[in-house]
């Protein structure tokens, strides 16, 4: 594992680990046990019982990828859907960072696409310390590796390979994550510009999608913004709807039409 010493200046605290089950499991147990600070991080580049959204597994397999679990403060509960959405622009912009010129966005609510592959999914869970969040990132997974076709890696990606790649990926998140957190809680996702960065990262808005519900039905439409309480506005046949949770599936680019 490398020694990321960069991130360990950004962390309160750093837990690395050689191997884990699931990280945001791990990073739960020690937190119920009491005395991690907030923004604590535990990271693993080989995590062997990753969770992912919707009850699906998420691979990382030795050394291919980063598994990254964060003990955030708990918001006010008007606010608490923010959260995973700010974890996602944090990992956009971090991986922005490692890919200068690639076109980097978030599909909402919060999974990283290079162009339309996923390079990073994210997932967190409310505790009784805390919201446990957690970010798996592809790093080095060849296409081999890739567990679905429409997925990517940094690597694979165009970044550079070095010893301190995990280390510049991990400190650009955690250091962004902050940022956006401490905004959040400081002054709402209005007055802190979280609500209108996500929107400007968002590559789901102008575009047609399919929506597919925690329900089993779907819907379609356009995505046209996110509202003040995260939930993506989708225009349907039959008017506005504002989706709290869901995959979302983008159908084929934004056309210039309005509307
Ligand atoms: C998704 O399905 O897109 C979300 C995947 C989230 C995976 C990450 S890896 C770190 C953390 N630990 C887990 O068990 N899951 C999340």
């Not at 699931?22 to 600070?37: V, Y």
């Not at 990828?65 to 959260?83: E, Q």
Request: a negative charge.
């Amino acid at each position: 594992m490398p020694s990321f010493e960069a991130s360990r200046a950004v962390a309160p605290r750093l837990i690395v680990l050689d191997e884990a089950g699931s990280t945001n499991d791990e990073l739960a147990d020690r937190a119920a046990s009491g005395g991690l600070p907030a923004f604590t991080a535990l990271v693993t580049a080989h995590q062997t019982a990753g969770r992912g959204r919707r009850d699906r597994g998420w691979t990382t397999p030795a050394g291919r990828g980063l598994a990254i679990s964060v003990l955030l403060p708990a918001p006010p509960p008007a606010d608490a859907a923010w959260l995973p959405l700010a974890a996602g622009l944090a990992m956009r912009d971090a991986v922005a960072a490692l890919l200068p010129g690639a076109d980097v966005a978030v599909k909402w609510p919060n999974d990283v696409l290079v162009g339309e592959r996923k390079v990073c999914g994210v997932l967190g869970r409310l505790t009784a310390h805390g919201v446990v969040m957690g970010a798996g990132v592809n790093v080095r997974l060849t296409r081999d590796e890739l567990p679905v076709p429409t997925a990517t890696s940094l690597v694979l990606e165009g970044a550079v390979d070095g010893p301190d790649l995990d280390d510049r990926l991990l400190a650009g998140y955690l250091a962004r994550l902050r940022g956006l957190v401490d905004g959040l809680l400081e002054r709402g996702a209005e007055a802190s510009g979280l609500r209108a960065a996500v929107a400007a990262a968002c590559s789901t808005l102008g575009r047609e999608v399919r929506v597919e519900l925690p329900d089993g039905s779907a819907l379609g439409g356009r995505a046209t913004a996110i509202a003040p309480d995260a939930r993506l506005v989708v225009r349907t046949a039959s008017g506005d709807e504002a989706v709290a949770a869901g995959d979302v599936v983008h159908v084929r680019p934004a056309s210039s039409s309005p509307g």
